[in-house]
Structures are given as C-alpha cells and as structure tokens.
C-alpha cells in the first residue's frame, strides 16, 4: 500500500498526461503532491521526508513549468530528487557512524561494515545514474516518451535494482546472535 501513495502522484501525473498535456498533468501531479503531504499528516501526524522533498521541488520546477510554459523544468525535477538522494547516500558514509542504507535497513537484517558501504555506495550511484538517464532521455526523445520512462522505465529499473540488492544482500546476511529468552 505504501508503495501506492508512494507513486500516486506519478500515476495520476501519467494518467492526465494521456488525457491532456504536460501542463494539466503538471498541475495535477503539484496538487496531488499536496494531498499526499496532508493524507499522511492527517492520518499519522507525520510527514515523510521524501514527500516534502518531493512537493518541494515540484512546486519550484512545475511552478516553473505552469508560469513560463516551458515543459524543460518538469523533465529537469526527476533528476534533481535523484540527484539529492544520490548526494545524501554518498555524504553518508562520511557523516556519521552509519550510512544511510544501515539506518534504513538494520533493524530488519544484519551484515558486515564494508557490506552495508558497498551497498549505500551502489544506491548512490544508481541515483546518480538514474538522474543522467532521465536527462538523455528527455532530451533525446519525444515528450511522451519521456513521460513513459518516468514512469515506467525509471520504475523498472528501481525494481530490478532492489531485487539485485536483495541477492546480494542474501549472501552476506549475518545470523542473528539469539537473546537469552530464546536459549
């Protein structure tokens, strides 16, 4: 389910693409982006850091698309969110005593240091690469192809990525030390 409003305002971005044009479904994606930040405010009094990050910059980028007409702003935000997730996985491994994917991620599995570097290291990269994908292809193509990339080629290639981490991650998971109530 999360994973749904996750991408919610992705969907209906795509979907009012295919009924209108990038500037309808820029404005639709900038409220749907609203809503989402309040749906979770109001049902769990808190809001996530990746949504805030997110309506933050389709205000500034689709706010720029809407008021100069121009689609180059709208194409321009995928790759700055990956970007900045790129730069806070990289910084992480420098910026305190765990990196960001361990912060996520050890309270569920267990595995060595230089395991949990290498894999924040891969997902910085990913975002990076990921970010430089969006910009040949929506420079290099058609508008509506980059709308179906966005959706779904960036959407595949976070899954494929996911489901090779969690291969790799497979063959490093430590066994967890059982608690005294489980002798």
């Not at 959407?155 to 430590?174: D, E, N, P, S």
């Amino acid at each position: 389910m999360k994973l749904l409003t996750d991408f919610f305002p992705i969907l209906l971005f795509f979907a009012a693409y295919q009924l209108y044009d990038i500037y309808v479904a820029t404005a639709v994606a900038i409220a749907t982006s609203f809503l989402q930040v309040g749906y979770f405010w109001l049902v769990r009094h808190r809001v996530e850091k990746m949504h805030l990050i997110t309506l933050g910059l389709l205000v500034v980028f689709g706010g720029l698309t809407l008021l100069l007409r121009d689609p180059l702003f709208i194409k321009w935000k995928p790759t700055v969110v990956n970007w900045l997730f790129g730069i806070t996985f990289l910084s992480s491994q420098f910026i305190g005593s765990r990196t960001m994917v361990e912060r996520m991620m050890s309270h569920a599995v267990e595995l060595p240091d230089l395991i949990w570097k290498r894999l924040n290291l891969s997902w910085a990269l990913f975002f990076v690469g990921s970010g430089l994908l969006n910009l040949y292809v929506a420079f290099n193509y058609e508008e509506s192809t980059w709308v179906n990339f966005k959706l779904f080629g960036m959407l595949g290639l976070t899954m494929l990525f996911v489901v090779l981490q969690a291969f790799y991650m497979a063959r490093h998971i430590q066994d967890q030390k059982p608690t005294q109530e489980e002798s």
